[in-house]
């Protein structure tokens, strides 16, 4: 049986952890619960160690998490990874399905960086800023680095990541309309 259809059995009688109320751990259980008609309650911790331990503890029933945080207890068969927020399999955990695998590729949540710079910053002084940055993040050895923190390297252009992150800011909006939710 699904997390979904355990869930859709057990109306309010299940719970998931997050790391703060209006985290994104918060925000994509929200969209997964409107997606899929599912009523689980919402256990916000202050941070993710407590969520974790209270997970391990049997305390909670599920969790969105960062894949390195958890993957030595799912490894250790102590945690069961269901799915990851991306559109393909991650490399970190190629055993685990994506959303996308499971039919919620809306479900896409990404943990992200990216660098930022002040509005009405030159524009020759952003071209440079971004040539040196795509340069130094398309290194073998930083992708590397940041791979085994779970990171896909993108090093796309501004104007792309400007469009990206407009698109995010209102996929997430509509979340938060839809299901209240508020920062702690």
Do not use: C
């Not at 399905?97 to 039919?103: D, Y």
């Not at 919620?104 to 040539?131: F, H, M, N, V």
Request: net charge neutral.
């Amino acid at each position: 049986m699904s997390f979904q259809e355990h869930a859709r059995k057990n109306p309010g009688r299940l719970s998931y952890a997050s790391v703060g109320s209006g985290s994104a751990s918060h925000l994509t259980m929200e969209l997964l619960k409107s997606d899929a008609g599912l009523f689980i309650v919402h256990i916000p911790y202050r941070g993710f160690p407590l969520a974790v331990t209270d997970m391990l503890a049997g305390n909670i029933d599920a969790m969105f998490a960062i894949i390195p945080a958890v993957l030595p207890q799912v490894r250790a068969g102590k945690m069961k990874a269901l799915a990851v927020t991306d559109l393909k399999r991650s490399a970190l955990a190629p055993e685990v399905p994506s959303v996308a695998e499971l039919g919620y590729p809306q479900l896409e949540s990404l943990a992200w960086i990216g660098l930022l710079a002040p509005a009405g910053t030159p524009a020759e002084t952003l071209d440079r800023l971004s040539a040196e940055t795509v340069r130094g993040m398309r290194a073998a050895d930083v992708r590397e680095l940041l791979g085994k923190q779970g990171f896909d390297v993108v090093a796309n252009s501004p104007d792309e990541f400007s469009r990206w992150i407009r698109g995010e800011s209102e996929k997430w909006a509509r979340v938060i309309r839809a299901s209240g939710a508020t920062p702690d």
